[in-house]
């Protein structure tokens, strides 16, 4: 595996002046400030995005494409100008390609079920991977019951690669689709996404790229990649719960018919059928979440101020620091490649103790990590192992909270005496 490349343009963050961005991090758990390394989960918010869902409340709020009014315009501009500029920041050629959905789990299921019902049969096969969240998981596994196609999955190499060899194997003139993480919420690998697209279309398969972990972290280009759907949420990446985006090539949007049914989605309806809106609205059935949307948009201006490859660079950095420190701890078993080709993402076991536990110890020192699957049964599966303790890092980590870290998991050593 090449080692993922440090883009030589980045600029380091300025984390402290960052973190005065967002109100959260003044909190005090338990009487210790908080230390939060849950983002793989879902990530903090800044000011601008709070300032942004109360402004739409107090001053534009209605609902949109609707209104003859003055409201319903505001809102419906602002809604369509977050809309352009969630475009921008994966370079989609048209902001037409842009569905909303509630997060990463709609975005995914919409294409199950809207292209993959009409697409798949019997001898047809479907192609994930054993890394993959249980939402690019379930949703096929639905639709291949009920379509009769094939679910198959490239495996996960014991260093915490997919396996490219089984790959060429499993990627066959019979599969139709390929579905898989640019980036493993456990271990943490950054899959080779442009190859992988690369290798798909070779077969003439579509592709679904699963961003919830790379669109937030990662520079994203959805047509340099070429990827036909792109799925990611907007509470990953400083915006708010309750709105995602779907992103899917344009051709393709529009031979599938819609998902969900209702208002705003159709063109016109009688008793006896229906015919729909044009794309993304086909897709965005009944009323959205409308302040939601646009504070995405605020988080997306975040981002980009900041610099997705200046982000990049300061996870990477982060997680080298981390993987290193976090050597020192007895029996501490991090899960995955090494950081040169992971994201802001450690996964752990720490001798016989439960991640539970772990996570609950840490809590006290103010702590905040997660414990348990993290959504992610088969990868567990692979390793034999039930749980793991999660650390996940963001623009606003220092390396003052990895060492916060590490004393703590000492502590944790010390109190289970092994
Ligand atoms: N795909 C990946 C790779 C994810 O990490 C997650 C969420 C999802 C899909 C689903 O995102 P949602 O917004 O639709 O829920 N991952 C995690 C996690 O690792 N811990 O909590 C949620």
Redesign the pocket.
Known sequence: MTPVQPTAKAQPLDVKRIREDFPILREQVHGKPLVYL?S???AQKPRQVIDTLAFVYEHAYANVHRGIHYLSETATQMYEDARRKVARFINARSPREIVYV???????NLVAYAWGLPNLKPGDEVLITEM?????IVPWQLVCQMTGATLRWVPITPEGFLDMEALDRLLTERTRIFAF??????LGTINPVKELVARAHAVEALVLV?G??SVPHLPVDVQDLDCDFL?F?G??MCGP?GI?VLYGKRELLEAMPPFLGGGEMIRQVKLTGSTWNDLPHKFEAGTPAIAEAIALGAAVDYLSNLGMDNVAAHERALVRYAYERMQDVEGLRILGPGPEHRGGVIAFTLGDVHPHDIAAILDAEGIAI?AGH???QPVHDRYGIPASA?A?FYVYNTEEEVDVLVTALHKVVETFAF
């Open positions: 849950d793989t989960a879902s509630r997060n990463t789990t709609e975005g995914i993959e969240h249980h939402s690019n993480t640019a980036m493993s919420n456990v699963d919830a972990q799925a949420s509470h990953k719960s995602g997660r993290h959504c992610a999660r996940s």
